[in-house]
């Protein structure tokens, strides 16, 4: 193995917006990983309607690892694994909260594997207090007035907020 394909893994996602379980999955990794890209996907695979745009998610990601030099953060066009490609990553690592997560990922990781067979997907389990957290549940409490204040780090509440009004703490 070259160092590239240790050091570096790719999290994609739509983080519309990043949760505080996406940025426990991303510190999980950097135990051994030297840098982790999180990547927005400009297409998801599971077509949903988008709250923020592709730059306010990236530009959230940011904020909230604004004190982490190791973990950069940035929006792709195409295929997964030619934004891996591109960042020298050959670790896709993603978040596996329940078992209904399993079977959609189980799939994409062997796709990918398909199209790329040096790309190796790394599950990671998520600290339980996040097991049940989700983009979408966030956007739809936030839209109804409810508080999504310990489900979201700073930035990301005051851009909920923004949108919402202040009901959201
Ligand atoms: O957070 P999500 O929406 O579950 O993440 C899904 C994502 C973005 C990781 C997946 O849809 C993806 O990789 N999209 C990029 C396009 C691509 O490579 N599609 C083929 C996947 S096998």
Redo the contacts with the bound molecule.
Sequence with gaps: MSDEMTHTAVY?????PVTRGHEDIVHRALRFCDRVVV????????A?QGLFSIEDRVAMIREVFRDEPRIEATA?D??????ARRQDARL?V?GLRAVSDFE?EF???L??RQ?WPELETLFLAPDPRYSYLS?SLIREIASLGGGVAEFVSAPVLARLEARFGGATE
Excluded: C, W
């Excluded at 990547?39 to 599971?46: L, Y």
């Design positions: 994609p996602g739509s983080f519309d990547g927005v996907a400009q297409r998801s695979t599971h949903k792709f195409g295929l997964l694994v030619e934004f896709i993603r959609y799939q994409m990781a796709m990918n199209l983009s």
